[in-house]
């Protein structure tokens, strides 16, 4: 007569009543929920980037848009410490309910307070939603200031003839002449407000392959991060049998940290070297080598599994038993108790081995308060059995399961602390290169083309993906009706980490070979702009050079233009000293002349305001 109290009684679960209540209404309310939170979400990352990118300047812009990205990161770690906090709090703790006698956190029955989260951030979306209303559509003053500046750097590097030598980072099709006609972007202030305009902008993104092959490169990175980060908690709280309230906060105070730092990083980095799109998409790809590297450590950096009796080993030691061991709860010890499969409250044995309840241990009522409960008569717990040097002597059985030695933990979060950083820190240049292989009047709608590609490869996806290769590793499941099909309870977590990690390391892979296509295109298109160039002639290295002594003698940056520009249609032959001022001598040409020999230059605009004045 070994047996918990009530004996001999299943549970409503095993009556298997089929009429009882479906949870599709629920479902159906979170899935609504996402899509408004989706809805919502989007324009931050699409319109918002590209407004700050409007307002800023182009070198520097990486560093803001950095900033901004590094801030979305911070929430995912405010998200996950107040996820932590609040599970850690029962349901009905908030709503001035009790807690039911038995239950404690860690227990596989706590339910912790999951829907304050949702009520908590939802007024705080509220309150910060209010200034976004006081911004206007353009900033008309600073993209003025912004526009004077570029025409007085395009200047100079015309005065100076290293136009040609510059290189300019043109929209697909943009450098192609004999294509001019058919993907030049139309220059006209209309563009991209009307529906109509949207078939022709899709197909050039589409036929765009270097904003394609960056995308779908982007793509498995952030399927990486999704369903890893998503399940995260999950992989920590199976592989170091940690609670999912230190999970959470684990995840958030360790992991996504490295995010923020990464992301910043990546935006300075930008900004400090001043990458162009080759040199960003090189700089990617040493960063995913390194990253492959640590992902094979990853391997090797996890506990082994629980031993529990019925699950990952039978409950004698038997020879015969341990090679023909299939999954079985149920034993000679504990066959009249019958013991309910889904409800797992794990005991351990004096004998080193964890029991999936005190009812499966054959163990009577146990005595004690709380979570430290002792249980004695425990028939499924051999006496004679040699305690393991790990597990100190106990009564026949304990509450919990048996403590394993695993050195494992400190390691995984430092390394997975590196590969965050390492991850989020090519997340920058990937989003320059994506900004600058369009058009500037496409870049809205680019960036949210770009999200419907995350969105429908990468985001949907992978916690699909990743939660069948999770459930895969599964050896035991809650059962209904007397059939396997709910949750699971107990995991293989070996074959957890192998394929959880090698689910990873193949999109690794896959975005690495993008990356390194993404780098080839780059090249060869930087190659094409460059051989297309028209070389310079002497008569233009000649003029550029008397032109560039007139800068200095124009004292351009100072506080005021000197008045010795020529009138248009001559030019400048010599230039004689007369004491503090230069006296230009100048000779008429004709039309034809003149654009032969005429270097144009243009008006200092950051000193004097206005349209810019081309002048021989």
């Not at 047996?3 to 298997?16: G, T, Y």
């Not at 319109?47 to 560093?63: A, N, Q």
């Not at 991209?192 to 305009?197: H, S, V």
């Not at 994506?434 to 500037?440: A, C, D, K, M, P």
Request: glycine share 10%; charged share 15%.
């Amino acid at each position: 007569s070994h047996f918990i109290n009530p004996p001999l009684s299943p549970d409503a679960e095993q009556r298997c009543i089929d009429g009882r209540s479906s949870n599709a209404l629920y479902i159906f309310i979170f899935m609504c929920a996402q899509i408004l939170i989706g809805c919502g979400g989007t324009p931050i990352f699409t319109l918002g980037t590209t407004y700050i990118d409007d307002h800023v300047r182009k070198e520097s812009s990486s560093m803001y848009i950095g900033c901004m990205y590094s801030t979305v990161a911070f929430g995912l770690v405010v998200g996950y410490l107040l996820g932590g906090f609040l599970l850690s709090q029962h349901e009905n703790a908030f709503l001035g309910g009790t807690v039911p006698r038995g239950i404690f956190p860690g227990s596989p029955r706590w339910i912790g307070a999951w829907w304050a989260g949702f009520v908590l951030c939802g007024i705080f979306l509220m309150m910060v939603a209010v200034p976004f209303f006081a911004f206007p559509k353009a900033m008309q003053r600073e993209k003025a200031r912004l526009k004077r500046e570029e025409e007085y750097v395009t200047g100079t590097k015309m005065v100076t003839g290293l136009t040609q030598k510059v290189e300019v980072w043109k929209p697909s099709g943009a450098g192609d002449q004999h294509s001019s006609s058919t993907h030049e972007i139309p220059q006209k202030q209309k563009y991209g407000r009307d529906i109509k305009d949207i078939p022709a902008s899709m197909w050039r993104l589409l036929c765009n392959p270097i904003y394609m092959v960056t995308c779908l490169g982007s793509c498995m990175e952030l399927a990486i991060v999704s369903g890893f980060v998503v399940f995260l908690p999950k992989y920590l709280e199976t592989q170091f049998n940690i609670g999912k309230s230190q999970a959470n906060v684990f995840t958030g105070g360790i992991a996504i940290p490295g995010a923020c730092v990464g992301i910043f990083l990546g935006g300075y980095v930008l900004k400090k070297f001043q990458m162009r799109p080759k040199g960003a998409i090189q700089f990617v790809l040493c960063f995913n080598l390194l990253c492959m590297g640590l992902y094979t450590l990853l391997y090797f950096l996890g506990c082994d599994n629980i031993r529990m009796a019925g699950a990952t080993l039978p409950y004698f030691n038997n020879s015969s038993e341990l090679e023909t061991f299939q999954v079985n709860l149920t034993a000679d010890c504990n066959m009249g108790c019958r013991c309910s499969p889904n409800d797992i409250e794990p005991v351990c044995g004096r004998n080193g081995i964890t029991y999936f309840s005190p009812c499966h241990a054959g163990c009577r009522p146990g005595a004690g308060h709380g979570s430290h409960l002792n249980y004695t008569s425990c028939a499924c717990i051999v006496p004679n059995v040699t305690v393991s040097p790990e597990v100190t002597a106990v009564p026949l059985a304990t509450s919990g399961p048996c403590p394993q030695p695993c050195l494992a933990f400190i390691p995984f979060m430092v390394l997975l602390f590196a590969m965050t950083l390492v991850v989020s820190i090519t997340q920058m240049p990937l989003l320059m290169i994506i900004l600058r292989s369009v058009g500037e009047e496409e870049r809205s709608f680019a960036l949210g083309m770009q999200f419907v590609i995350f969105r429908l490869f990468g985001y949907i996806p992978a916690p699909i993906m990743f939660g069948n290769v999770i459930d895969s590793s599964c050896i035991l499941r809650k059962a209904h009706c007397g059939k396997p099909g709910g949750f699971c309870l107990v995991y293989d977590i070996e074959q957890f980490r192998l394929r959880y990690i090698a689910v990873c390391s193949g999109l690794k892979v896959a975005a690495g070979l993008l990356f390194f296509l993404d780098w080839l295109l780059i090249t060869w298109r930087h190659k094409r702009e460059l051989k297309e160039a028209p070389p310079m002639t002497v008569g233009e290295i000649v003029s550029s050079i008397i032109s560039l002594d007139r800068l200095s003698g124009l004292g351009w940056g100072d506080g005021e233009q000197k008045e010795d520009i020529l009138p248009l249609g001559n030019c400048p032959e010599d230039v004689v000293e007369g004491g503090e001022n230069a006296v230009s001598v100048a000779a008429e040409h004709d039309e034809k002349e003149r654009q032969q020999h005429c270097q144009p230059l243009l008006r200092n605009s950051a000193t004097h305001p206005g349209p810019s004045e081309l002048t021989c």
